[in-house]
């Protein structure tokens, strides 16, 4: 599945453009950062993508088919999941997501299988039968979550899925998404936590005042990590560092080092056996982040809404 | 075969938050009550004086009974429940999570439906509730049983025709001014026909049990009675569904459709009715025609991708589609031909009966209103289009030539009845003026003037719908050609 948007241009009351010539690609098994400024235009296209609105010109193409000509089809493969959250009084978790089930065209067991599959995925198997206004902030992110999901999109629009979570719960989140990613789905997913989006993102769309940024980030091929050691062994390190394999550089970094290795667990967990073998056993190590928020920081500078 | 029958999921979590709201389970619980009381103290009233052998086997009392029975359940399924469904339709339009319905496959035509069919259901329950106060009015004796039978009939079709015609503004997007516009036009088309009705069924000042039992006897009566609610019903649920829809889809053809079907349907009735009252129908369906037009004329949007992309193959079928098209200008194309239908039936009942200047004059008074709105429509649309200075100047132009023509109205008017030509200012503002004679040229006029603007601004819609490729030309459409911009 290739979602593209092409040239979308939206115009709000007096002129205002949320949205200037947007244009950008993903595919399945891709998650994208949407990252941008307050205003910048992000949540107004994914409504767009989700069919809640209507772009002044421009299109978005699902394998060549246009979500804006073709609504009905777009939304069989569209999970939309908005930052406004779930909350009523009167509506249980389980007959929310049935009633989505139902509108979303499934029928007879094959409800109760989606509403069951997705509740057990998200973790909200114990809270089937509490009212939405009754659950946290995190469970009604994994109640919304849970309802993009219940009919297997293809392709899921995530808008500030970890606005306001706990540190837990955005860990949690974390793992679903890249769950989701490793499952096939085009995600693409916006947030202002960059960190976070650098750690689950295969690459990231800049967007400010409606426009695409001429910066993509794409996920490296090599990573920085942090390490430190016992005092006695962290100041003759470095000739050690350098002479493992796998460690293409490496510098003193504050009271550590930082080395330049291959990205990846595998590749981190190689460079942490063979520096054990070299009796160099850290008390820290860590993959460095913040090139996102770098980058963020380097093109937007300046120019926030 | 086996018949799968599947509840539309609308209509099954309305009722799932129906039956949890505390307004309507505590109205349901006090609905008895209520009646009870109620009851009591009509009968008591009603049996004040009278010995136990004239209460056994002596006067009717049934009609005090039935009257407030009739009230109250009207109250609860009229006004309480689509008051309630309106509401709770108005909070969920204006929130991003309560309109993720709109992202899955329900069309706004099933969501429309499924809100109506819940708060029918919960109406049926509120009727079911009533039925021992019905049944005890019945055997309090000086009700028939057909009465008894069609009153709880009507009360659920009322209450569902109310809930459709309330569900519209609360399923708008407008703004509230356009919402009580809406509200208010429809609510004087649907106020005319319930007068017609009343006409037809010769029920002035009649109780609920001799209404109930003259549409029984009268078939006229009877399609009355049912046309009413039915088409409002119809109406209003196809209005609100296009309200409800995507703005890019083509969701006004079934609204157009449906438009025309009731106005098909209510034909009968300018027939069956008296020549007075006939011609509100007439002024029913100008209204309808005006609010059309003005809602068109004041939204100047093109024709919708939708709409072309489900544009018909045969170039003939085209043109004569381009009225039900989703667009400003097919609205207003629509708006004319729906008002010179009315005119032509209004026309042909006038030939056969009698001419009627009151008539006449409100007639020619919604065309000045519907030609300036489909004026103003025409070339709002053209300066949208690109075409903004020529827009400006036939606007100007436009504008002075009104100025111009009131003037000499009003100067006629001072001269022929001068003695009251200033108490008459207010109602000329509002085009009401009593020379007759003279507003008929300067509607014909304005109508010319309004019809040609709108071929002006019809020239670049109509160039895109007749042009345009579309998915029913080809069987599949070609992406690639459909190269669409909004203006």
């Known amino acids: 599945m290739k979602v593209e948007v092409t040239n979308l241009v939206k115009t709000f009351n007096r002129g205002f453009r949320a949205v200037d010539d947007l244009s950008f690609s993903f595919s399945s098994g891709e998650v994208i950062g949407f990252v941008g400024p307050n205003g910048a235009g992000k949540t107004t296209t994914m409504r767009i993508m989700a069919t809640l609105d209507t772009p002044d010109s421009g299109d978005i193409t699902l394998d060549g088919v246009s979500v804006l000509d073709h609504p009905d089809e777009a939304h069989r493969l569209i999970g939309f999941m908005p930052d406004d959250l779930p909350s009523r009084t009167d509506t249980t978790v389980d007959e929310y997501i049935d009633f989505f089930a139902r509108a979303y065209g499934l029928r007879g067991a094959a409800i109760r299988r989606a509403v069951e599959g997705v ?187 | 075969m086996k018949l799968k029958l599947q509840i539309n999921p609308v209509t099954l979590k309305e009722l799932r938050q129906l039956v949890r709201s505390r307004i309507i389970l505590w109205g349901m619980v006090a609905l008895p009550i209520v009646l009870l009381i109620a009851m009591i103290v009509v009968l008591s009233d009603d049996m004040h004086g009278m010995s136990p052998m004239e209460v056994m086997y002596g006067n009717s009392l049934g009609e005090g009974p039935l009257n407030v029975t009739t009230l109250i359940t009207a109250i609860v399924t009229c006004g309480l429940i689509p008051l309630f469904t309106c509401i709770k339709t108005m909070i969920e339009t204006s929130r991003t999570n309560e309109r993720l319905e709109f992202t899955t496959a329900l069309t706004s035509s099933q969501i429309a439906s499924g809100k109506i069919a819940a708060a029918a259901i919960i109406s049926a329950i509120a009727v079911a509730l009533a039925m021992p106060f019905f049944a005890l009015s019945y055997l309090m004796r000086g009700i028939e049983l057909s009465t008894t039978v069609a009153i709880p009939v009507l009360l659920l079709l009322g209450g569902t025709a109310t809930t459709a015609l309330g569900l519209l503004p609360a399923c708008s997007r407008r703004s509230i001014v356009w919402k009580i516009l809406l509200l208010i036009l429809l609510g004087v088309a649907v106020w005319l026909f319930s007068a017609i009705v009343v006409a037809v069924m010769n029920i002035g000042n009649s109780g609920v049990h001799e209404i109930v039992a003259s549409i029984l006897l009268s078939l006229a009566g009877a399609f009355a009675a049912i046309f009413l609610p039915v088409a409002t019903t119809a109406y209003c649920r196809a209005q609100a569904a296009a309200e409800l829809a995507p703005p890019h889809t083509d969701f006004n053809r079934p609204l157009r459709i449906t438009q025309l079907v009731v106005f098909a349907a209510s034909v009968p009735l300018v027939f069956a009715a008296d020549e007075e009252e006939s011609m509100l129908w007439g002024i029913a369906w100008i209204a309808i025609a005006g609010m059309i037009a003005l809602c068109a004329g004041f939204s100047p949007t093109p024709v919708t991708r939708g709409a072309i992309l489900h544009s018909p193959r045969s170039k003939i079928l085209r043109v004569l589609a381009f009225p039900f098209a989703t667009g400003s200008v097919p609205s207003m194309v629509f708006a004319i031909l729906l008002a010179t239908a009315a005119a032509a039936v209004m026309a042909l009942r006038t030939y056969i009966t009698l001419d009627f200047d009151y008539a006449k004059k409100i007639i020619v008074f ?122």
Not at chain 1, 205 to 232: D, M, N, Q, Y
Not at chain 2, 370 to 397: C, D, F
Not at chain 2, 412 to 434: D, N
């Open chain 1, 119 to 305: 509740e057990d995925f998200t973790g909200l198997t114990g809270f089937r039968d509490r009212t939405l206004n009754a659950l946290s902030k995190g469970m009604k992110q994994r109640v919304s979550l849970a309802r993009a999901l219940v009919h297997d999109p293809a392709v899921l629009i995530l808008d500030e899925p970890a606005n306001g979570l706990d540190p837990r719960a955005r860990i949690e989140l974390r793992e679903l998404v890249k769950a989701l990613g490793e499952n096939g789905k085009a995600i693409l997913i916006s947030s202002h936590i960059l960190t976070e989006l650098e750690e689950m993102c295969s690459s990231s769309v800049i967007i400010e005042r409606g426009r695409r940024l001429k910066a993509e980030v794409e996920a490296s091929s090599e990573v920085w990590i942090k390490l430190r050691f016992l005092p006695a062994v962290n100041e003759n390190a470095l000739p050690i560092l350098l002479e493992t394999p796998g460690v293409i550089a490496a510098e003193p970094s504050g009271n550590g080092w930082r080395v330049k290795t291959a990205s990846g667990d595998e590749a981190a967990a190689a460079l942490l056996g063979k520096l054990s073998a070299r009796n160099l056993v850290p008390i820290l190590f860590e993959p460095e982040l913040g090139k996102l928020e770098d980058i963020f920081m380097h093109v937007t500078k300046g120019n926030l809404a």
């Open chain 2, 366 to 487: 919604m065309y000045e209103c519907g030609a300036v709105a489909i004026a103003a429509g025409a070339l709002a649309r053209m300066s949208l289009a690109g075409n903004a200075r020529i827009a400006n100047v036939i606007g100007k132009i436009g504008l002075a030539y009104i100025v111009i023509v009131n003037l000499f109205i009003f100067l006629a008017e001072v001269h022929v009845v001068s003695e009251e030509a200033l108490a008459l200012v207010p109602c000329y503002l509002f085009g009401v003026v009593q020379m007759f004679e003279v507003h008929v040229p300067i509607a014909v006029a304005m109508g010319v003037g309004a019809v040609v603007l709108l071929f002006c601004a019809a020239g670049i819609d109509f160039t895109r719908w007749w042009k345009a490729p579309t998915r029913a030309s080809n069987g599949n459409v070609n992406e690639d050609k459909l190269v669409w911009r909004q203006h």
